[in-house]
């Protein structure tokens, strides 16, 4: 007969699986916020100190952001549920003594992820958390190109609008020197046209910038 011990043993890969996946995402929704804040590795916001937000807050702010759909946030939620009965329940050794603990049922999971009725209830739910955990991983990678295309077309709208205005201004700026009425050489004038150009790319990497940061700030709902 298997003891408790036993039993506790063999189901401990199980355990495993969910904290290392929760872990892992939170992990890397971290690193893409923290890149998408352009904050550095310092950052308290997104570090691994007890300072930092919570796995709900991160999830909350890619809600925010439009980058997951609430559905889409429901399922890891589950996670957050499933990762705290395993970590702090020793009761809690099996996918099927999880939804008992919980007092919740797996209908959802099995409607998000439908399965054959073949096997034993802890060989079914098996089957449907593999297929949530790979959908996870899905939906955080969309999430992350989706935010980073949005920004991307955006930003280049903008970095280009603020070109455009610095060499508008430069090229009236030009324009008045040679009004003023002053016999130049060719090498004045060679000295002027660089000294202009010079100008256009100093001041456009500068209004580029101010636009990206200041589209990264509203993107985030900080302006």
Known sequence: M????????KQWPKRMKILRACVEMEGATSDFLRSFFRLNDTSISFGNTF???SFEHKLNLMLDLAS???????????LQEMRNQFAHNDACISYEIYFIL???????LFKWY???????PEQRLEKAINLWLKDLDRIRRKAE???GMRLSVSMREKMNEASFNIYCSQRTE???????????????VTDIISGIFRDIDRESRKAMDVAIQKE????????
Not at 174 to 188: C, I, L, M, P
Not at 216 to 223: E, K, W
Request: no cysteine.
């Open 145 to 147: 190109g989706m935010i």
């Open 51 to 53: 300072k930092a937000l």
């Open 174 to 188: 030009f324009y008045d020197r040679f009004e003023a009425g002053k016999n130049y050489t060719g090498e004045e």
């Open 216 to 223: 990264l700030r509203s993107a985030a709902g900080l302006d």
């Open 68 to 78: 997951i759909t609430p559905d889409e946030r429901k399922r890891f939620t589950l």
């Open 114 to 120: 439908p399965v054959s009725d073949t096997g034993n």
């Open 102 to 108: 919980s007092k919740k049922s797996p209908d959802q």
């Open 2 to 9: 298997t003891t408790y011990l036993e039993h506790h043993k």
